[in-house]
T-cell receptor, first 111, second 115 residues
Framework: GQQVMQIPQYQHVQEGEDFTTYCNSSTTLSNIQWYKQRPGGHPVFLIQ?????EVKKQKRLTFQFGEAKKNSSLHITATQTTDVGTYFC???????????FGKGTTLSVSS | NAGVTQTPKFQVLKTGQSMTLQCAQDMNHEYMSWYRQDPGMGLRLIHYSVGAGITDQGEVPNGYNVSRSTTEDFPLRLLSAAPSQTSVYFC??????????????FGSGTRLTVV
C-alpha cells in the first residue's frame, strides 16, 4: 500500500555524533510531516514541510524537503541523550484526508 | 486544555470479546484518526474521520468499526477480539489534517492485549 519508506530502521550513535534519517516516496508529495516518539510515549508533531527544496531548522534539528518533493530528511547535529526515540515521517493518503506514516527510524544514543 | 484523551490506558481481553476504545478531544478538530502500532511496523491507519458523521477506512480496517456522532468523540470498536489485535492503539486529531497547519495531536495510547 501507499507508504513512505524510511531508512535506516535503527541507528545507534555516540553522544555528540550527528544523525540523519531519510524518507522516500514514489509519488510527489503535497507536504510531509515529521513526528518524534519517545520510548513508551506517543508521537509528537515536530514540523511540516510544504515547499520544494524547503529547509527548516529547530535548534540542532534540520529538516529538508527535496526539490522534486519526493524525499525528505531529518538531520540532528551533535546528538544528546534527550534525542533518543523514534522519528517518523508522514504523508497524506491519496484522498488527502489522513496521514500515512513511515515505519520510523529508532535512534539510540550512548553517553 | 486536555487535548486528546484515550481510555482505558490498558486492557486485557479474551479472544472473542468485544470492547470500545474511547477517544475524545476538546480542540474542536474536524480530523480524527485511529492508528495501531506494532513493533517494526510503524503506525498503521485503521479508520479516520473528516468530521461528524463522516468516516472512512484506512490501511488496516478489518475487525474494527468506528462512528463519529459528535466532533469531540471518535470511539473505536473491536467486534470480536483476536490475538492479532494485540497492539498499542493511538487516537489523533488535527485542525488542518494533511493540509498546511499544525499537524496531529496524539493521545497517550491504549495498550491492548488479547489472550
Amino acid at each position: 500500500g501507499q507508504q513512505v519508506m524510511q531508512i535506516p530502521q535503527y541507528q545507534h550513535v555516540q553522544e555528540g555524533e550527528d544523525f540523519t534519517t531519510y524518507c522516500n516516496s514514489s509519488t510527489t508529495l503535497s507536504n510531509i510531516q515529521w513526528y518524534k516518539q519517545r520510548p513508551g510515549g506517543h508521537p509528537v508533531f515536530l514540523i511540516q514541510l510544504v515547499k520544494s527544496g524547503e529547509v527548516k531548522k529547530q535548534k540542532r534539528l534540520t529538516f529538508q524537503f527535496g526539490e522534486a518533493k519526493k524525499n525528505s530528511s531529518l538531520h540532528i547535529t551533535a546528538t544528546q541523550t534527550t534525542d533518543v526515540g523514534t522519528y517518523f515521517c508522514a504523508q497524506a493518503n491519496q484522498a488527502g484526508t489522513a496521514l500515512i506514516f513511515g515505519k520510523g527510524t529508532t535512534l539510540s544514543v550512548s553517553s | 486544555n486536555a487535548g486528546v484523551t484515550q481510555t482505558p490506558k490498558f486492557q486485557v481481553l479474551k479472544t472473542g470479546q468485544s470492547m470500545t476504545l474511547q477517544c475524545a478531544q476538546d480542540m474542536n478538530h474536524e480530523y480524527m484518526s485511529w492508528y495501531r502500532q506494532d513493533p517494526g511496523m510503524g503506525l498503521r491507519l485503521i479508520h479516520y474521520s473528516v468530521g461528524a458523521g463522516i468516516t472512512d477506512q484506512g490501511e488496516v480496517p478489518n475487525g474494527y468499526n468506528v462512528s463519529r456522532s459528535t466532533t469531540e468523540d471518535f470511539p473505536l470498536r473491536l467486534l470480536s477480539a483476536a490475538p492479532s489485535q494485540t497492539s498499542v492503539y493511538f487516537c489523533a486529531s488535527s485542525y488542518s489534517g494533511t493540509g498546511i497547519g499544525y499537524g496531529y495531536t496524539f493521545g497517550s495510547g491504549t495498550r491492548l492485549t488479547v489472550v
